[in-house]
């Protein structure tokens, strides 16, 4: 993140790759789960009622007071998991199927739910609902479904292919920080150009999503423990994908609000190197 403070007229400008990168992340995932191995259960409903009501009530919460920051809170909800949140869960100890099986649910959800919340509550120009509907529909639907049905083509009739991708998995860490420094460089960029930015506002916006962060993972840690997944149910609802969260939140939302995904990204890598320092004290 701070490359991307310091040089972000460069990075800035590396913008427009930043669908792509996602689109290989979610592909590289996805490509070393099996259908076989996708198993449902009761808390997978509950985390998708939690994220997609729970995002549209912190919205309809704080819209009253202030738009930028209600866009914020939602987004930082409705984000879909981190794809890197497995590796965490494994860490942890936790139900990597679980994890995983919650990623692709997710996935699916946000590609429906984004578009039609963003037209709700911010029609793209003077577009009617669903003319702007289907435009968002179009950048996101893509994005979010077709690594998915990619992967399982491959699994299915290139094997081989499939193979060599799921051996590239390691490349997600380099290009999740690639795309997080070019969306960081983007904020920046956004926050330079402003004329009176509100510096209250900025930091209001950040402790708005330390508090969304910090129950996002309270309340799923309680929700797995009922179904003994304590740690995959606080990874699943609390770690999001905050480059997808802010690219969304910069292209169909007030620039502004992407401000709330980018501090998430402090906040969830704070609480979970915490989590992983307590657990290697406690096997030490």
């Known amino acids: 993140m701070i490359t991307g403070?310091?040089?972000?007229?460069f990075f800035d400008k590396l913008s427009p790759v930043i669908p792509s990168l996602i689109f290989i992340m979610l592909l590289l995932t996805f490509s070393k789960?099996?259908?076989?191995?996708?198993?449902?259960s009761p808390l997978h409903g509950w985390l998708v009622l939690i994220q997609t009501v729970g995002s549209v009530g912190v919205y309809l919460l704080l819209v009253g007071w202030d738009n930028t920051v209600a866009e914020s809170a939602l987004i930082c909800v409705l984000a879909p998991t981190a794809t890197s949140a497995a590796v965490v869960t494994g860490m942890l100890g936790g139900s990597v199927a679980a994890l995983t099986t919650y990623t692709l649910i997710c996935n699916l959800v946000v590609a429906v739910m984004a578009p039609l919340t963003f037209s709700l509550i911010g029609p793209v120009g003077d577009a009617t609902f669903w003319t702007s509907f289907?435009?968002?529909?179009?950048?996101?639907?893509?994005?979010?479904?077709?690594?998915?049905?990619?992967?399982?083509?491959?699994?299915?009739?290139?094997?081989?292919?499939?193979?060599?991708?799921?051996s590239l998995h390691g490349m997600a860490f380099y290009l999740w920080t690639i795309a997080l420094i070019i969306v960081t460089a983007r904020t920046v960029s956004f926050l330079v150009h402003q004329e009176n930015l509100n510096i209250g506002m900025?930091?209001?916006?950040?402790?708005?999503?330390?508090?969304?962060?910090?129950l996002q993972f309270f309340v799923g840690k309680r929700l797995?423990?009922?179904?003994?997944?304590?740690?995959?149910?606080?990874?699943a609802l609390g770690q999001k994908?905050?480059?997808?969260a802010i690219w969304m939140a910069q292209s169909f939302l007030n620039p502004l609000s992407s401000l709330g995904p980018a501090a998430y990204v402090l906040w969830q890598n704070a609480f979970n190197s915490w989590q992983l320092y307590r657990r290697r004290k406690t096997q030490a």
């Open 5 to 9: 403070v310091v040089f972000y007229r």
């Open 202 to 214: 900025t930091v209001l916006i950040a402790l708005v999503s330390l508090l969304i962060c910090a």
């Open 224 to 235: 797995g423990r009922r179904y003994k997944k304590t740690i995959a149910g606080g990874q």
């Open 33 to 40: 789960l099996s259908p076989r191995k996708v198993r449902f």
């Open 134 to 166: 289907g435009q968002i529909s179009l950048k996101v639907l893509p994005l979010l479904v077709l690594p998915l049905v990619v992967a399982w083509s491959l699994q299915r009739w290139l094997p081989g292919v499939n193979r060599r991708i799921t």
């Open 241 to 244: 994908n905050t480059v997808l």
